[in-house]
């Protein structure tokens, strides 16, 4: 059974015994604690969401006792997602690749090479095969424009997720930002199919200059451009696809040091490779609508050991609802670590733990959390998530006094 690599991070990194079976719930153990288990698409999503004209999602469904992990079939692949917001991502990206790969771009590249000149061919040429030089003397020449991407020389590490320093120079990142808006998905995924389209539609439109991205249709019942991150951030994904990663970096530290926290840390961040431009410009603004809540740097602590990418997206998830709580629900005193991660507390001593987890069950780690939150809150604990419980955890709160909020997405992040 695969586990969410984060859950072992949300629960001191223990590992949850995994126990495949064929019902639908858990497995209680002879110790009372249960084991993740199978569960099925058909009783967890809407009939409209298991099945589409270029995907299938697979009835089943392993919880490993916090998250859902899905398989999906396409004509482009087979595909996993870790998570059910991952999993609407997911099927938002299939739709995308399906209206992409009707766009033919061969004759239309071959075409611009042909007619682009011989200056221009000596020009890429020279960039690709002389790149340190060429672009030395570039931004010797226009000095005062690139004043700002010269400041993160030495300081700004490329991640995974975005595309070389030279195609971001010479332009090739801004078509495919265009392109990516057009289609709705976030120019940073990790879909590596998504990615060869990106790229693809991207060089043509580069090379020819005849709006490749402009020309397209938009993605039918792809819905409005917003970017998910563990079901929980609502950003434009055109605000980040249209704003080049340097430039995203620089505004991300000046509104982190505007927010005090400490130079270091915010270079560390947002220097982690696992966070992508786009997370972690979510992040930043999660953090910057808890302005004046106390202990806000903990989230960047928390971030730092993030050593993967579905770990650094559980994180700036977390960050996230717990921002619209702040402003949906009830005001936030402070910050609170929470194993290793956090939590929210607020002005009565109460307690209030805001997750974007799918299914949490009944296990050992989640006890021993349980108990210790208990035991440290002066007013009680709420528990707030993206997804429900089982029974049994269900069960076991409120034995503790908590009080349990299933499926809060709605009260978390209101639709505008």
Known sequence: MRTHPFCLSLFFLLTIPALLLPADRPAVADNGFEQPGILRARDLLQPGLLKG????????????????????SSPFGTFTADSTSELHT??????????????????????ALRTSGKKTVAGLKSLFEEPEKTLQGAVNGVNSL????????????????????????????????????RFQVNMYSRNPVLQEELDRLALADYMGGLG???????????????????GTA??????????????????????????????????LFLNNPNFSPASATVMVAALEQLRGVADLELPLKVALQASDPDMADTITG?????????NNIGRIKK??????????????????????????????????????LTARARKGVEIWTYGDFS?????????RGWKVHPNAMPRLAPAT
């Open 391 to 399: 029974d049994r955890a269900r069960s076991e709160l409120n034995k």
């Open 318 to 326: 977390t960050a996230v609802l717990i921002a619209g709580y702040h």
């Open 212 to 230: 490749v991205g402009l020309a397209t249709a938009v993605v039918p019942g792809a819905g409005g451009l917003l970017l998910t991150t563990s």
């Open 90 to 111: 997911l099927i938002t990206e299939i739709k995308a690749i399906a209206a992409m790969k009707k766009i033919r771009t061969d004759e239309t590249t071959m075409e």
């Open 335 to 372: 910050l609170a670590p929470m194993a290793r991660l956090f939590c929210a507390g607020k002005q009565d001593g109460t307690l209030a733990v805001i997750l974007p987890t799918d299914h949490i069950i009944w296990t050992r780690q989640v006890a021993a959390v349980a108990d210790e």
């Open 53 to 72: 004209e270029m995907y299938t999602v697979a009835d089943r469904v392993e919880n490993d006792g916090l998250f859902n992990h899905y398989t999906v």
């Open 234 to 267: 609502r950003l434009l994904n055109e605000a980040i696809n249209s704003t080049p990663a340097s430039e995203l970096w620089l505004r991300n530290r000046d509104k982190l040091l505007k927010l005090g926290m400490d130079s270091d840390t915010v270079e």
């Open 146 to 181: 690139f004043s700002r991407a010269a400041v993160t020389i030495g300081s700004r590490e490329v991640t995974d997720s975005e595309d070389s320093r030279l195609a971001q120079f010479i332009g090739l990142s801004k078509s495919k930002g265009q392109i990516a808006n």
